[in-house]
């Protein structure tokens, strides 16, 4: 098996360099046949990459414990289902999936590659086999997941029970996943450069291979938010940890980019910004993987920890300096096909946009890296944590989530204050309602008002602009639900932008309701005690403990009552590991619309009694509903629209009043 | 030995005026520092809850005492329930851990000294990233006030004649309206239909 997957290793890298060499070849030769032989070539990486991976996956199943990444990770009495976990588990282990996850987007890239982008395929198809050798190579050279023991163990050690979790089979290959995917869209924007084709024919492309990007990393991130609130035991879901600031960061990038790409779609202007953009967010990627691989800054996340770090950083580098150079040798070549005409207009506001997101961007890396300057500087070892971070990049969020309430309705091109102020009425007028409202009602935390009445602003836009839209259709002999359907089908990249952005207001109302309105209580309680949180009433009947191989697993049975109404029988759960001397919590979460009742489970402790922590965590069932939505939006937004070709938007009317309100047909 | 005197005489009025400079732009609503002994239980608890939140465990990476299960973190949550039971605040709680392990045991950097480097940085970053992108704007409005019509990408070279009539147009009107009132630019639907 390890034999098979080292072949397979070298393998791919004969087939990586093979493909990067013929397609410049063929480029130089102008041969179809070397593109195609190159073309080829790049389809069998992720072949050689599987067959590489199933014989690490086939030693884990076997338990060949000669193999070291196989010790290190598994044992007899791990559940099989774990493998998958334990696969990735590690440093090796998870260069082989990147590289695995790398060669598959790269073959379906090409393979569904647009008529519009295939001069310049060959030199994408270069960048793409570039940062894959660069994985295998790692690989193959320092960190061998196929590397044996002189001498066999008897068992493995086992894999890290913090990873015992249903989140681990899907949370840490999407971020993964999702980082390596930001290799693509960097890879079109390169090989546009490179090739010459830089006006707008990789916009297309750029723009679906952003937001595939994009979603493959904010799910994995939400997914990893869901984790944290079910298993880390402490009642959060974010932590502003460095690990979690390094997949924020380039998914804050890469959104900035998915919202500019568009105006160069639609306008054919930021066309140098869109390229310098994606730059930025492939280097914050790699800064990503740079300090999930031994960074310099301690993590809670630090699971798959070496020494490699140097190595990606250094890889960061090179690319950050060739692909700039690369940038200013096109410099001139990359001017907007027209100008901005108005300071007042939709182009701009996108700028303004891509400035807040990239100084959020920038003043997080800034959290990230202080703790080093302050070391060399001034010689002291400093802790940024999540005050600073609250602090600091909550309020550009409360800036980035005014801008998403009003820059959807300013027109391209030229707006007035007269139209502005048309369609900005009714949202303004519901989000000083919905303060009022809330400040009447004993909501009375400056920023939560703040906060929800920015969500408010949002929402009633979004929601005016659809009404509007399926009254006008109505109006025309469709009925409700068939104008809504042909409404949002009319222009699905604005609409379904508008569905993401619900999704992101969900997401702050459950962001605003925990970190404003938490409650928290630590209680010890005796079998039969009962102690008050909220409204609520818990009552601690008693525990069970369960030996296992590797861990006892100790389950509380809480009931929860509010007032005289019994609200059900809660199992909090506790397992240790002694092995590790570490333990997990499963919390015991009662969720509703309003609030998490939420108990976690801290020591059994000898007489019978048992700590708790408790709970309440408003509106934040809101946060998991958001994912779906934000998918659903994606699918809309990049759902093929007949006759798709570039047309900029030149009407100069508005077009919040007009096109869209019918549609743009 | 029970309260450490807090040394806030050091700070000068300059930095002073920057604290409050950064905390007006940010609003922080820092823990309230009054003495405590006014206080109900409850409230103490919730006092104490925020200062474990400010509070790193020293033995392990990145978790603050309230979310790590190690037992140093657990006495040091004992600690700080002890102190504020005496009538210590928030300031003397943190300067007293800070006086055992550094400086890195707050989960903020302190608001002084060198450190104030980290707190100046993001808005500064906002104040001048604003005036740049406010600079650069005007620099693209000049440059369509004062060249002549770009050539338009190929593919859209069918709309291109209609296109170019818009601009001249459009600026027309404008050049027009510069030297009345900017703002009231006549609707540009005067600048006939629509493409599509």
């Known amino acids: ?665 | 030995m029970d309260t450490m005197p807090i040394e806030r005489n050091n700070s000068t009025v300059k930095e002073l005026l920057t604290i409050t400079f950064i905390a007006v732009l940010f609003l922080i609503v820092t823990g309230c520092t009054s003495n405590s002994k006014s206080l109900s239980p409850d409230e103490l608890e919730t006092m104490a809850q925020g200062i474990d939140k400010g509070l790193m465990c020293p033995v392990c990476p990145s978790e603050t005492i309230d979310q790590s299960q190690v037992q140093i973190a657990k006495q040091m949550q004992i600690i700080v329930r002890e102190k504020l039971a005496e009538g210590s605040s928030r300031d003397t709680i943190f300067q007293f851990f800070t006086d055992r392990y550094g400086a890195r045991i707050l989960a903020e950097p302190p608001k002084s000294g060198f450190n104030l480097l980290v707190w100046v940085m993001p808005p500064m970053a906002l104040l001048v990233g604003s005036g740049i992108l406010i600079m650069i704007i005007l620099a693209m409005r000049r440059e369509h006030h004062g060249e002549a019509p770009k050539k338009l990408p190929a593919a859209s070279a069918d709309i291109e004649p209609y296109l170019s009539a818009v601009d001249q147009e459009i600026r027309r009107l404008t050049q027009w309206s510069t030297s009345n009132n900017a703002k009231d630019l006549p609707p540009p639907q005067s600048a006939k239909g629509n493409v599509e």
């Open chain 1, 1 to 665: 098996m390890a034999d098979l997957g080292n072949i397979s290793l070298l393998l791919s890298l004969v087939l990586g360099i093979y493909s990067g060499t013929v397609s410049m070849l063929g480029v130089w030769q102008r041969s179809p046949q070397l593109l195609q032989s190159a073309r080829n070539a790049t389809y069998l990486t992720p072949v050689a990459l599987g067959v590489a991976t199933a014989g690490l996956i086939g030693a884990f199943v076997s338990n060949d414990f000669q193999v070291e990444y196989v010790a290190a990770h598994s044992n007899l009495a791990m559940d099989t289902q774990y493998i998958w976990v334990a696969f990735y588990a590690g440093n090796e282990g998870s260069l082989l999936f990147i590289a695995f996850a790398l060669s598959i987007m790269s073959a379906l890239f090409i393979f569904f590659s647009s008529r519009t982008i295939q001069a310049s395929l060959p030199h994408i198809n270069l960048v793409l086999m570039i940062v894959l050798m660069f994985f295998v190579a790692v690989m193959i050279f320092l960190a061998n997941p196929f590397a044996r023991l002189d001498t066999i163990p008897l068992d493995g050690q086992g894999i890290n029970p913090l990873l015992r979790h249903p989140g681990m089979f899907i949370h840490p290959p999407m971020l993964m996943t999702g980082l390596i995917t930001f290799t693509v869209p960097f890879a079109i924007a390169m090989g546009a450069l490179l090739s010459g084709k830089t006006g707008d024919e990789w916009v297309d492309s750029g723009r679906t291979w952003g937001i595939i990007a994009w979603t493959i990393l904010g799910a994995g991130t939400l997914l990893g938010m869901w984790w944290a609130y079910t298993i880390l035991g402490w009642g959060g879901y974010w932590a502003w940890d460095p690990v979690e600031n390094s997949s924020f960061m380039p998914w804050i990038v890469i959104t900035a980019f998915i919202h500019s790409i568009m105006v160069q779609k639609r306008r054919g202007m930021f066309r140098m910004w869109n390229l310098a953009l994606i730059i930025i967010a492939f280097g914050f990627a790699q800064f990503g993987m740079f300090i999930n691989r031994g960074g310099p800054v301690p993590s809670v996340h630090s699971f798959g920890q070496s020494t490699l770090g140097w190595i990606f950083l250094l890889f960061m580098g090179v690319t950050m300096v060739s692909s700039f150079a690369v940038f200013f040798m096109r410099y001139n070549s990359l001017k907007s096909a027209r100008p901005l005409e108005s300071a007042l207009s939709r182009e701009a506001a996108f700028l303004v946009n891509n400035f807040l997101f990239l100084t959020i961007a920038f003043v997080t890396l800034w959290g990230v890296i202080y703790p080093l300057i302050s070391d060399i500087f001034q010689g002291q070892i400093i802790t940024v944590g999540a005050p600073f971070f609250n602090q600091v990049i909550g309020p550009l969020f409360l800036m980035v989530i005014f801008l998403m309430g009003i820059a959807p309705f300013i027109p391209w091109r030229h707006a007035t204050w007269l139209n502005l102020r048309s369609a900005l009425m009714m949202p303004v007028v519901s989000a000083i309602a919905v303060a009022v409202i809330l400040v009447l009602s004993g909501i009375t935390k400056p920023w939560a008002v703040i906060a929800f009445g920015l969500c408010a602003l949002v929402v009633a836009g979004i929601l005016r602009e659809w009404v509007r839209g399926a009254l006008s259709r109505h109006k025309r002999g469709e009925n409700y639900p068939v104008a809504f359907a042909r409404l949002i089908a009319g222009n699905r990249p604005r609409y379904g932008g508008y569905v993401a952005h619900l999704a992101i207001v969900l997401l702050a109302l459950g962001i605003a309701g925990s970190s404003f309105y938490e409650v928290q209580k630590d209680i010890v309680l005796s079998p039969g005690a009962s102690t008050d949180v909220g409204d609520y009433t818990i009552k601690y009947i008693g525990a069970d403990a369960l030996e296992r191989a590797d861990r006892t697993e100790a389950k509380a049975h809480v009931q929860v009552f509010r007032g005289d109404d019994f609200l059900g029988n809660y199992y909090p759960q506790r397992d240790f590991y002694p092995s590790f001397n570490m333990a997990s919590t499963k919390a015991a979460i009662r969720s509703t619309p309003i609030e998490d009742l939420y108990i976690i489970p801290g020591e059994f402790l000898e007489d019978g009694r048992a700590v708790f922590r408790i709970h309440i965590n408003p509106l934040v069932m809101w946060m998991w509903v958001a994912g779906p939505l934000l998918f659903l939006g994606v699918i809309v937004a990049l759902w093929p629209q007949r006759a798709m070709t570039t047309t900029y938007a030149n009407t100069p009317k508005d077009e919040t009043e007009a096109s869209s309100a019918i549609g743009t047909k």
